[in-house]
Antibody
Framework: QVQLQQWGAGLLKPSETLSLTCAVYGGSFSGYYWSWIRQPPGKGLEWIGDISHSGGTSYNPSLKSRVTISLDTSKNQFFLKLNSVTAADTAVYYC??????????????WGQGTLVTVSS | QSVLTQPPSASGTPGQRVTISCSGGSSNIGSNTVNWYQQLPGTAPKLVNYNNNQRPSGVPDRFSGSKSGTSASLAISGLQSEDEADYYCATWDDSLNGRVFGGGTKLTVL
């Protein structure tokens, strides 16, 4: 059974860069989409973006200018970078493995979530 | 404001059948499949239905999804106390060129 474990800095100042890592245990990258989703405190889910096993990326248009998702198959890890953060980026960030095809990805497994707070 | 509209709350008593709706448009639900996620308090979401009406392994058959036109729904029969959670629908939106979630529905088991 595949497991996702994520980590990264939990407290940032405005204008800094958010960096998170998600490690994949018990499965390969091949054939799946690897995604990041966030949830502001007390609010709903927001898709940030994903990367395919071959390295193709897709981003939320509202975040596209600030987001980079990458992967390192040799380490079974994928990454999220979000530049120039503000208080509006405060949220729990989840990594996820997605099945399906490009337009019909469904998030099958999720990491435990990382609370990232942006505050001066 | 999400492009997928869900009722903010729903409720039922143990054993009842409840339905959670998800309303969209031609660019999202009308042309793409719908997935549903259950989020128990303080935990990560869990996939309970995908491709409109498919159940992942391990999800009870009490959970069933359907889609008609630009709307989708998740029905939970034989309601149990452990079903109390937030539920989210999700799909791809051709106009926004991205994946979208509904605003979520908080299900209370009375």
């Amino acid at each position: 059974q595949v497991q996702l474990q994520q980590w990264g800095a939990g407290l940032l100042k405005p204008s800094e860069t958010l960096s998170l890592t998600c490690a994949v245990y018990g499965g390969s990258f091949s054939g799946y989409y690897w995604s990041w989703i966030r949830q502001p405190p007390g609010k709903g889910l927001e898709w940030i973006g994903d990367i395919s096993h071959s390295g193709g990326t897709s981003y939320n248009p509202s975040l596209k200018s600030r987001v980079t998702i990458s992967l390192d198959t040799s380490k079974n890890q994928f990454f999220l970078k979000l530049n120039s953060v503000t208080a509006a980026d405060t949220a729990v960030y989840y990594c996820s493995r997605g099945g399906g095809t490009y337009y019909v990805v469904y998030f099958q497994q999720w990491g435990q979530g990382t609370l990232v707070t942006v505050s001066s | 404001q999400s492009v997928l509209t869900q009722p903010p709350s729903a409720s039922g008593t143990p054993g009842q059948r409840v339905t959670i709706s998800c309303s969209g448009g031609s660019s999202n639900i009308g042309s793409n499949t719908v997935n549903w996620y259950q989020q128990l308090p303080g935990t990560a979401p869990k996939l309970v239905n995908y491709n409109n009406n498919q159940r992942p392994s391990g999800v009870p058959d009490r959970f069933s999804g359907s889609k008609s036109g630009t709307s989708a729904s998740l029905a939970i029969s034989g309601l149990q106390s452990e079903d109390e959670a937030d539920y989210y629908c999700a799909t791809w939106d051709d106009s926004l060129n991205g994946r979208v979630f509904g605003g979520g529905t908080k299900l209370t088991v009375l």
